[in-house]
Nanobody, 125 residues
């Protein structure tokens, strides 16, 4: 079992910043290579946002967040972060951290078997 506990998020005006964190734990956590962030807006499909490898820290972003969002990790704390800058109203969604039992990065939500509880991010115009 892997437990993912999220914190952060909230309400911000357009152009502002918010940060999210996701603390991972559990007996099988050490076998996970990648951590991801997804988001789901009302009435829309869950979509990939960003990913990071625990080892080496290489990152991958969806085009719509490149240059605005930064994913990072603290291996000592088993925690992944998502710093969101220059937020837009269309970034409003519930954000989830997730992990998949894969060596490679997957942008497909169905590949992920453990999810955080979700955190609301609301950007007002």
């Amino acid at each position: 079992q892997v437990q993912l506990v999220q914190s952060g998020g909230g309400l911000v005006q357009a152009g502002g910043s918010l940060s999210l964190s996701c603390a991972a734990s559990g007996g099988t956590f050490s076998s996970r290579y990648v951590m991801d962030w997804f988001r789901q807006a009302p009435g829309k499909e869950r979509e990939f946002v960003a990913a990071i490898r625990w080892s080496g820290g290489s990152t991958y972003y969806a085009d719509f967040v490149k240059g605005r969002f930064t994913i990072s990790r603290d291996n000592a704390k088993n925690t992944v972060y998502l710093q969101m800058n220059s937020l837009k109203p269309e970034d409003t969604a519930v954000y989830y951290c997730a992990t998949a039992p894969r060596l490679v990065i997957s942008t497909i939500s169905g590949d992920h078997d453990y999810w955080g509880q979700g955190t609301q991010v609301t950007v007002s115009s």
